[in-house]
């Protein structure tokens, strides 16, 4: 199932916290989801959320596992010409929310594993022979290839989030001026 849920009270939910033989402990896992939502939707589960009563503190665990959200905006034009808004996408590999007995919320990650497997993979290729000057590769060199790896990581990620900022620039001054061309 992609949403599995479990509620444990009294005496049997005291391994998880001493408030929880009281309140309950729910446990939640949320695998393999994917869902469409409105933003509209977002906005009106506010007033389910509010209550004019301080709720009990129940302790909980949420894990969600590879859950992809697109969220896309259903709110009216304001200008007619504008091709609309770009739908957002969450992608989650891999987090766990608690709340422990003191009602704080802990959002925790796990490393992606591909990631790490690809920098051991990296460090284990050999360097060809074309590559190596006369005097041979020293080994502060070597050291050198997974940092440089990483900071071009990086630049590939600022230079993707300046380009979406490109387009987003872009697509507001063609609200107002349709035949604004760069």
């Keep these: 199932p992609e949403v599995s849920v479990r509620l444990d009270v009294g005496p049997g939910a005291a391994r998880h916290s001493p408030l929880a033989v009281q309140n309950g402990f729910l446990r939640m896992l949320v695998h393999s989801y994917t ?3 409105f933003m509209s939707f ?8 509010e209550d004019e009563i301080i709720p009990e ?13 697109t969220l896309k905006d259903d709110s009216p034009q304001v200008y007619p010409t504008s091709p609309g808004p770009v739908p957002i ?15 704080v919320f802990c959002l925790t990650g796990q490393q992606r594993q591909g990631v790490a497997l690809f920098f051991l993979a990296f ?9 190596v000057p006369a005097g041979g590769i020293c080994g502060s ?13 990086t630049m590939k990620i600022a230079l993707a989030e300046a380009n979406m900022d490109k ?4 697509q507001e001054i063609r609200k107002y001026n349709p035949l604004f061309q760069l």
């Design 167 to 170: 387009a987003r620039l872009l």
């Design 123 to 131: 460090k284990e290729q050999t360097v060809p022979a074309e590559c």
């Design 35 to 37: 869902a469409e939502l």
């Design 57 to 69: 503190v129940m302790p909980m665990e949420i894990e969600i596992v590879n859950a992809k959200i």
């Design 141 to 153: 060199q070597l050291k050198e290839v997974p940092e440089l790896q990483r900071e071009l990581q």
């Design 42 to 49: 977002l906005a009106n589960l506010g007033p389910f959320l």
């Design 89 to 103: 996408t969450l992608a989650v590999d891999h987090v766990t929310v608690k709340r422990g007995d003191d009602g």
